[in-house]
């Protein structure tokens, strides 16, 4: 068990010295997947280097040390220092921020707190991530006492193209008397857009509607500049992309607006300000969040931001293109603008029910321990696939192939099925 840090801090430290590092399969030692594991979907859940897991076990152990010294002095400090560090990479005032556990705690406690009044409307767009539909509900009914809330649809056209999207949405907006916030995402999780926020956040303001964004798979997938978007609050995953321990969140809300805004939680920082009311939730373990300074070290040590952020990109669309040409089917983005490192490719056209949908996902699940999630969006079947820096395209070939296989075998299936 010993030498399990030693190996993760040598490799570190080797990838420090040499230093240009190239991306691929030469990276899948830095963390501890599975080598025999193929992870096509690094976006749900997001996985730790091995250099932030023993970072972390230090703060435990040093928390364990002299409990009352860490909560009452070290945790606090750390903390001030990892919001500085934090707000440096995200472009924005260190007091704007605050940290919870995950993104339904931040979307939760900015949607509980806002006081909307009876004649106040909140729009959001049919591929919100469920979390949000239902706490929107929840809202809708336990606060509000009626149906307040208004659902967009977009479909593969508007999904794509911010013009027709806000064309859509503003014929919404003048049907309803008064809108005051919209919920919408910076990369929706299923299928994966990436939006035009900075376009959408001006159109919305200069309407006076508040915007929230569910940016749960931005941070460390794709380049976030609070400042240059300027929304009113903004939410953020940092387990998914940055390579953090899971969980921890980002949670930015605009200066004149954090007076509004409580956890979901209330303890000690009641009324004090927005940093304090977020601090202390009652006892709990900080490492997880102190690592997110540790995880934006060790993305130093692999690549500089943007190589990061665009060996992804390009990973995701390429891929798009050879699942599409091997399944004969095509992707659901065709401008890279709205793709993140994310892509939704098509499935096999005999994949044209739920039913078999849902069939294959288990299948593979099963079968080949491939975990592809899938959707079914305006009418086609998708899967979606995450590109990630240890990844390479051969991969995800792999996997195209086994999904073909798997399909042919549902084919020969139904058939012996039919003729019975
Ligand atoms: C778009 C989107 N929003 C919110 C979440 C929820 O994040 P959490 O599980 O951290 O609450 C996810 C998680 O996958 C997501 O994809
Ligand atoms: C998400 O955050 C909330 C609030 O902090 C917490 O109650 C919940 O346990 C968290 N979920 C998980 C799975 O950790
Ligand atoms: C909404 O209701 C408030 C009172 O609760 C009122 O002051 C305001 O004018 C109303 N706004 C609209 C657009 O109806
Ligand atoms: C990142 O590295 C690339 C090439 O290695 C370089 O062109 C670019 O200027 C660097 N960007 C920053 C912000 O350092
Ligand atoms: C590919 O799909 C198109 C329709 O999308 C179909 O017309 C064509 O026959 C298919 N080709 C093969 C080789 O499956
Ligand atoms: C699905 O495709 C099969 C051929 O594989 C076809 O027989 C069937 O009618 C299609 N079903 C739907 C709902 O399109």
């Given at each position: 068990m010993k030498?399990f840090?030693f190996?993760?801090l040598f490799?570190l430290?080797?990838?420090?010295?040499?230093?240009?590092q190239?991306?691929?399969?030469?990276?899948?030692?830095?963390?501890s997947?599975?080598p025999?594991y193929?992870?096509?979907?690094h976006?749900?859940?997001g996985?730790?280097?091995?250099y932030?897991q023993?970072?972390?076990?230090?703060?435990q152990?040093?928390?364990e040390l002299?409990?009352?010294?860490?909560?009452?002095?070290?945790?606090?400090l750390?903390?001030?220092?990892l919001?500085?560090k934090l707000?440096?990479?995200?472009?924005?005032?260190p007091?704007?921020?605050v940290?919870?556990?995950?993104a339904?705690?931040g979307?939760n406690s900015?949607?509980?707190s806002?006081?909307f009044?009876s004649?106040e409307t909140?729009?959001y767009?049919?591929?919100?991530?469920?979390?949000?539909?239902l706490?929107?509900q929840?809202?809708s009914t336990e606060?509000?006492t009626?149906?307040?809330i208004?659902q967009?649809?977009l479909?593969h056209?508007?999904?794509?193209?911010?013009?027709?999207?806000?064309?859509?949405?503003?014929?919404?907006i003048s049907?309803?008397?008064n809108v005051?916030?919209i919920?919408?995402?910076h990369i929706?999780?299923l299928?994966?857009v990436?939006?035009?926020v900075?376009?959408?956040?001006k159109?919305f303001?200069g309407?006076?509607?508040?915007t929230?964004?569910?940016g749960?798979?931005?941070?460390?997938?794709?380049e976030?500049?609070?400042?240059?978007?300027d929304?009113?609050?903004?939410?953020?995953?940092?387990?998914?992309?940055?390579?953090t321990?899971r969980s921890?969140c980002?949670v930015?809300?605009?200066?004149d607006?954090?007076?509004?805004?409580h956890?979901?939680?209330?303890?000690?920082?009641?009324?004090q300000?927005?940093?304090?009311e977020?601090?202390w939730l009652?006892?709990?373990?900080?490492?997880?969040y102190l690592?997110i300074s540790?995880?934006i070290?060790?993305?130093?040590t692999i690549?500089?931001e943007?190589?990061?952020f665009?060996?992804?990109h390009?990973?995701?669309i390429?891929t798009?293109?050879?699942?599409a040409?091997?399944?004969?089917?095509?992707?659901?983005t065709t401008?890279?603008?709205y793709?993140s490192?994310?892509?939704n490719?098509?499935l096999?056209?005999?994949i044209?029910t739920?039913?078999k949908?849902n069939d294959?996902?288990?299948k593979?699940?099963?079968?080949h321990?491939?975990?592809?999630?899938m959707?079914?969006?305006d009418?086609?079947?998708y899967?979606r696939?995450s590109?990630?820096?240890?990844?390479?395209l051969?991969?995800?070939?792999?996997?195209?192939?086994?999904?073909?296989?798997?399909v042919?075998?549902?084919k020969?299936q139904r058939?012996?099925?039919?003729m019975?």
């Amino acid at each position: 068990m010993k030498t399990f840090p030693f190996a993760s801090l040598f490799l570190l430290l080797l990838s420090i010295c040499s230093s240009a590092q190239s991306f691929g399969h030469s990276l899948l030692p830095l963390f501890s997947l599975d080598p025999s594991y193929v992870n096509v979907n690094h976006g749900s859940y997001g996985s730790a280097s091995k250099y932030v897991q023993e970072k972390l076990r230090e703060y435990q152990m040093k928390a364990e040390l002299n409990p009352d010294r860490w909560y009452r002095i070290d945790v606090q400090l750390e903390m001030n220092k990892l919001r500085e560090k934090l707000s440096a990479y995200v472009n924005c005032d260190p007091d704007d921020l605050v940290i919870v556990d995950n993104a339904s705690a931040g979307i939760n406690s900015i949607l509980k707190s806002l006081k909307f009044r009876s004649n106040e409307t909140i729009l959001y767009y049919n591929v919100a991530y469920g979390m949000v539909k239902l706490t929107l509900q929840y809202v809708s009914t336990e606060i509000f006492t009626q149906e307040q809330i208004v659902q967009i649809d977009l479909d593969h056209q508007t999904i794509q193209n911010t013009e027709l999207l806000l064309k859509t949405t503003q014929d919404a907006i003048s049907k309803i008397a008064n809108v005051k916030l919209i919920v919408f995402d910076h990369i929706s999780s299923l299928p994966s857009v990436r939006f035009d926020v900075e376009t959408m956040i001006k159109y919305f303001r200069g309407k006076g509607i508040l915007t929230l964004v569910d940016g749960a798979h931005a941070l460390g997938g794709i380049e976030l500049d609070l400042k240059k978007l300027d929304p009113d609050f903004y939410v953020t995953n940092t387990h998914k992309w940055l390579y953090t321990q899971r969980s921890s969140c980002l949670v930015y809300v605009r200066k004149d607006l954090q007076k509004l805004i409580h956890p979901i939680i209330t303890s000690f920082g009641y009324l004090q300000s927005f940093q304090s009311e977020f601090f202390w939730l009652g006892t709990r373990d900080y490492s997880a969040y102190l690592t997110i300074s540790d995880a934006i070290d060790f993305r130093r040590t692999i690549a500089n931001e943007s190589e990061i952020f665009a060996y992804n990109h390009q990973l995701a669309i390429q891929t798009g293109t050879l699942l599409a040409r091997l399944w004969n089917s095509s992707t659901l983005t065709t401008d890279e603008r709205y793709i993140s490192t994310m892509n939704n490719i098509e499935l096999p056209a005999f994949i044209n029910t739920t039913e078999k949908m849902n069939d294959l996902y288990q299948k593979l699940i099963n079968e080949h321990n491939i975990f592809l999630p899938m959707i079914e969006f305006d009418k086609k079947f998708y899967c979606r696939i995450s590109a990630q820096i240890y990844m390479e395209l051969s991969d995800y070939e792999k996997v195209g192939h086994i999904v073909l296989n798997a399909v042919s075998t549902m084919k020969f299936q139904r058939k012996i099925t039919n003729m019975n």
